[in-house]
């Protein structure tokens, strides 16, 4: 249902400050709320855009100055009544594009229903090369930013719905309703890590104007209603520092040609966390899940070691697990942030999460399983 007031005129929107207040009418206006993604790429993006053109789509650019509006098409090929005698269906609409003041870190968004944003702007993205990384954070990284936002403002931060996944088990989920952020990662299944965080939506109540939004573990947020310097000032912005943190740790992690040495991502867990041979093949599950790839196991008892081929860029990794709380993984030649960043999610996902760190933590040496070949 569409409201009442003057929309500002887009044609002297030359700002990210204006941008956001024509967001805001926006999506007081319109029934369809704001759908965003925060990524790393190496290069600007606009760049990429321009270099690569992925089958099936087609962009068209325009500078604003702070800001890129994008106009992006993608022609799907399928079958049903949403499909043309030919059998394609067009998916088209607009994007806006920035970046944050932390290196390398943009924020797509549009305002538009879910076909748009998930069929069109986010496959987009991912049909890029590795240099435009899409990323995540844990459930330790969304527990940061709700403290961050809730320090930030004047009332109340409340989780109006939050969904937990056991890992491993898709169907396994919980809700929370109407209650106090903190209580969802205070919930016990969380604290002992046996679930992670999935999604929260929630609502900032304050004395002025109201807040309702939406953020995942794979940095989406959605700006619903209320006050948008909220949203871009102080959630996008604190997502991007929290995705930031996440690329340091996988950027430039590849091995070098004739060397045998490359640091290790480390995810620790409490000690005695991971006991008994079950844990070793509930990684390799894990690893299995991965999409577009391949995993040869070559120990499962009494460690664990897999190597993981990414099909995406050819990027290899091997995983060890060698003692009761750590989990190792070592970048093969090559590998890039965005194939690194994926193996480790899909551990913290499918096995269990822990802290990441780098860094020789383990208490075996790596190089007694490379043969000297």
Excluded: C, W
């Excluded at 990384?133 to 109340?156: K, W």
């Amino acid at each position: 249902m569409k409201k009442s007031g003057t929309l500002l005129d887009f044609a002297k929107i030359d700002t990210l400050s204006k941008l956001s207040q024509y967001t805001e009418q926006r999506v007081q206006r319109e029934d369809d709320p704001v759908r965003a993604i925060t990524f790393v790429s190496e290069r600007p993006p606009v760049d990429v855009f321009d270099e690569f053109d992925p089958s099936g789509f087609r962009i068209e650019l325009e500078d604003q100055g702070e800001f890129i509006t994008a106009s992006l098409t993608r022609r799907l090929k399928g079958q049903g009544e949403e499909y043309d005698d030919d059998g394609y269906r067009y998916v088209e609409g607009e994007f806006y594009l920035f970046a944050h003041d932390n290196s390398d870190v943009y924020t797509a968004y549009t305002i538009s229903d879910s076909d748009f944003y998930n069929y069109g702007l986010k496959r987009y993205l991912q049909a890029l090369p590795p240099e435009l990384s899409l990323s995540f954070m844990d459930s330790g990284d969304l527990r940061r930013l709700f403290e961050a936002l809730d320090d930030s403002i004047d009332g109340q931060l409340i989780a109006t719905r939050a969904v937990i996944k056991s890992p491993g088990a898709n169907t396994d989920v919980r809700y929370f309703d109407d209650t106090d952020y903190f209580e969802v990662f205070n919930s016990p299944e969380v604290a002992e890590e046996d679930y992670y965080v999935d999604k929260l939506e929630f609502e900032v109540r304050q004395s002025s104007r109201d807040f309702s939004g939406q953020v995942s573990r794979k940095a989406e947020s959605r700006f619903v209603n209320g006050e948008s310097a909220i949203y871009f000032q102080l959630l996008l912005e604190n997502i991007a520092s929290l995705i930031s943190d996440k690329s340091d740790l996988f950027s430039n992690r590849s091995r070098e040609y004739g060397s045998r040495e490359a640091e290790p991502i480390q995810i620790t867990y409490r000690e005695g966390a991971i006991e008994g041979r079950e844990e070793n093949y509930r990684l390799i599950r894990a690893l299995d899940g991965l999409s577009k790839s391949s995993v040869t196991v070559y120990h499962d008892n009494p460690y664990m070691h897999a190597s993981v081929l990414d099909f995406n860029d050819g990027t290899t990794a091997d995983v060890f697990l060698t003692s009761d709380s750590n989990v190792s993984i070592i970048p093969g030649f090559n590998a890039s942030q965005r194939a690194l960043s994926r193996i480790t999610d899909q551990i913290l996902e499918g096995f269990r999460e822990g802290d990441l760190s780098v860094g020789r933590g383990s208490k075996r040496d790596f190089d007694d399983y490379f043969s000297e070949g």
